[in-house]
């Protein structure tokens, strides 16, 4: 189980957002194209550059998160979103949508 200062560690290692289930934010940023789909992963990395990536993939390799990528969120099937882990956005339009909201 991931405690409160790992997710911070990795907070502000970021450029990007990092968004939980509270965050203004959230609810925009993990819907997919596929309406049918309604997951709720515990955070989501919006990555806005190289070193997001690589913070991020490095973050969730220690204690093997299932992650899931997505990179515009159209797949039907909805396997860029998972339940209770951490999907990697590679859409920073994403978050800057939920601001502006």
Do not use: W
Not at 6 to 33: C, F, H, M, N, W
Not at 37 to 51: E, G, K, L, M, Q
Not at 85 to 99: D, I, M, T, V, Y
């Amino acid at each position: 189980m991931l405690g409160p200062a790992s997710i911070d560690t990795l907070k502000t290692s970021l450029r990007g957002d990092l968004l939980q289930p509270d965050d203004a934010g959230y609810e925009v940023a993990r819907k997919v194209y596929n309406g049918i789909i309604d997951r709720r992963p515990r955070y989501i990395v919006c990555c806005s550059n190289v070193a997001d990536v690589i913070a991020a993939v490095k973050f969730a390799g220690k204690p093997q998160l299932l992650v899931a990528v997505r990179g515009g969120g159209h797949n039907g099937a909805g396997l860029g979103t998972c339940d209770d882990a951490g999907p990697f956005s590679f859409r920073k339009e994403l978050a800057n949508e939920a601001e502006n909201a």
